[in-house]
């Protein structure tokens, strides 16, 4: 078992910066692909960028040059810097983890950007 724990969502003005953070507890060792996900209300979940164990990473077009994602093995921990945004980005944020035994997903965060 793998439990994820969000945090650094809140409210900010459209053009500011937040930084969410997940971290994994629990199998920590099997974890492979770690990722974050967003669902705003009414629209299905999507993906907003992953990262593999050896940094590899993947974003949404509607995200790039605005997020980064980072990761530290070391701590075990997986972070999501957002730059510029845009009330579009509103949503609840999931972090999830892959690992051999299936996928794990946090609680989420919610995250508001007003106009």
Do not use: H
């Amino acid at each position: 078992q793998v439990q994820l724990v969000e945090s650094g969502g809140g409210l900010v003005q459209a053009g500011g910066s937040l930084r969410l953070s997940c971290v994994p507890s629990g199998l920590i060792f099997s974890i492979g692909i770690m990722g974050w996900y967003r669902q705003a209300p009414g629209k299905q979940r999507e993906l907003v960028a992953t990262i593999t164990s050896i940094g590899i990473t993947n974003y949404a077009d509607s995200v790039k040059g605005r997020f980064a994602i980072s990761r530290d093995n070391a701590k075990n921990t997986v972070t999501l810097q957002m730059n510029s945004l845009k009330p579009e980005d509103t949503a609840v944020y999931y972090c999830k983890a892959t690992t051999s035994r299936g996928n794990y997903w946090g609680q989420g965060t919610q995250v508001t950007v007003s106009s």
